[in-house]
């Protein structure tokens, strides 16, 4: 099955000079190397990392300075983040946006992008930047489909109509003018020069990885099947068009797993083939997908986590087939009861991290192509501060983003407890690699 590998991007070797030491993330086989040494990693995703390091109204850089510091001491060595959001009426979309209109940009948004790859680095963190979004809380998808179609947006947050919304967003694929804006994108993106370092992004080795999106889809588990050829097409030359443009980093597609190609295994597999897709990603949400009821945690957990078991080890196993890393870059689960409050309980949590960091850190130790996993995602110093939870323009970013209550996945800067289980299965990766 389609074999891949990034050799090493050292400087060619002269007689007198041995090869420099690449800083990027390269993949030999089915595993990244960092300065010659097997990379594995603790994450976590910040999709608003461009906005607190803004210096215009979305920004706080002393916050996100100190919680930088925060994760690194919590041995978290990748942040997956957010590249690109679009102005969108959809109710639920992260306001302001860095796209104002087609090939028009917030250049206090983008120049946060900048301070926030700037300070990542002072912390040797490696980002993975996904540069569109299926979901509707950044525009997305969604959003390019109403700008060259069109056709007004259709909201999930308005019609409760998921799959609707998820067989629009996948139109997205086969609106040409709509490809042609988003690697208009890519481009600005991957060929943008940090106004901090004075680095170009494409030979910043910061960034580990461009993604092609958050969670793209085929569609809806309905209808999704009939998009594979038009979707494993989209993948296949998406990643070559990014990988033309920035050769020295790594290409993924920010898909869930099969649970995210309409729960057709094989189109998992079929759309991930492709030489210029580097590894695999895939996410796990238990409580979304129904495996697991916080409000009935006692009764659902031990069914959940071996729904969870069977769905970790599987992709692992694919990885293997396919000669590729992968990486569990999404997963979470509610605080006690479902709740969102910051001093609600996390004993269901703690014991899930647990169970997920074990298992990875297991299968790794064995040889198993999985490098790491990115939580979702880090809430820190941020607080809800409405009485249903929601967001609204102005409050505070959090990891949950604006469509879900503000502390129903996300990590609080006091929730100790998993800090510390998190703290803990950093070391046993990095131990890995030494
Ligand atoms: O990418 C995502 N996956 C699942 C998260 C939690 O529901 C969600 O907030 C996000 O859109």
């Known amino acids: 099955i389609g074999a891949c590998s990034k050799k090493p991007a050292g400087a060619p070797v002269s007689q007198a000079s041995a090869p420099a030491v690449s800083e990027f993330v390269t993949i030999e086989g089915t595993q990244f190397r960092l300065r010659g040494k097997p990379y594995y990693f ?32 919590a041995g978290i060595t990748n942040i997956r983040i957010l590249g690109m959001s679009e102005a969108s009426e959809l ?19 983008l120049a946060g992008l900048d301070f926030f790859l700037a300070e990542m680095a002072k912390r040797d963190m490696k980002a993975v930047i996904y540069v569109n979004n299926f979901w509707q809380w950044s525009g997305g998808m969604s959003q390019y489909v109403s700008w060259f179609t069109g056709k007004p947006v259709v909201d999930p947050d308005v019609t409760r109509d998921w799959n609707t919304f998820m067989d629009n967003s996948a139109l997205f694929y086969a609106v040409p003018a709509a490809q042609d804006a988003y690697r208009e994108v890519i481009r600005t993106l991957v060929t943008r020069r940090n106004t901090l370092t004075g680095k170009l992004y494409s030979e910043d080795p910061t960034i ?15 209808n999704g099947r009939a998009n594979a050829e038009i979707f ?17 980093q790594l290409v993924s597609t920010g898909n869930e797993g099969w649970m995210g ?16 897709v580097d590894y695999l990603t895939y996410h796990m949400w238990a409580a979304n997908w129904s495996w697991f009821d916080p409000k009935d945690a006692e009764a659902t957990y031990d069914s959940a986590w071996t729904k969870a078991q069977d769905y970790l080890n599987w992709h692992i196993d694919i990885a293997k087939q396919l000669d590729k890393p992968i990486v569990l870059e999404e997963f979470g689960i509610n605080r006690d009861g479902g709740a969102f409050a910051v001093d609600a309980g996390t004993a269901f949590r703690d014991r899930y991290y647990k169970a997920v960091f074990d298992l990875l850190h297991r299968r790794a130790a064995e040889g198993a192509p999985i ?64």
Do not use: C
């Open 371 to 434: 490098a790491g996993s990115n939580f979702w995602a880090w809430n820190g110093a941020g607080r809800a501060t409405n009485a249903d939870f929601m967001w609204k323009p102005g409050d505070d970013f959090v990891g949950d983003p604006p469509q879900e209550p503000q502390g129903l996945y996300g990590i609080f800067d006091s929730d100790l407890s998993t800090i510390a289980i998190i703290r803990e299965h950093s070391a046993q990766m990095q131990a890995l690699g030494q």
């Open 232 to 248: 494993i097409r989209w993948i296949d030359e998406t990643a070559a068009f990014i990988g033309s443009l920035a050769p020295n």
């Open 42 to 73: 603790a994450g976590t995703n910040i999709w608003y990392g461009g906005y607190l390091g803004s210096a215009g109204p979305t920004g706080d850089r002393d916050r996100l300075v100190r919680e930088l510091d925060q994760l690194k001491a």
């Open 261 to 276: 190609t309409a729960g057709d295994k094989d189109l998992f597999v079929e759309s991930h083939k492709s030489p210029n």
């Open 208 to 222: 580990m990885s461009w993604q092609l999106a958050n969670e793209p889809r085929p569609g809806s588990d309905a």
């Open 91 to 109: 109710k639920r979309a992260v306001r302001p946006a860095s796209m104002t209109e087609p090939g028009k940009y917030d250049e206090q948004l």
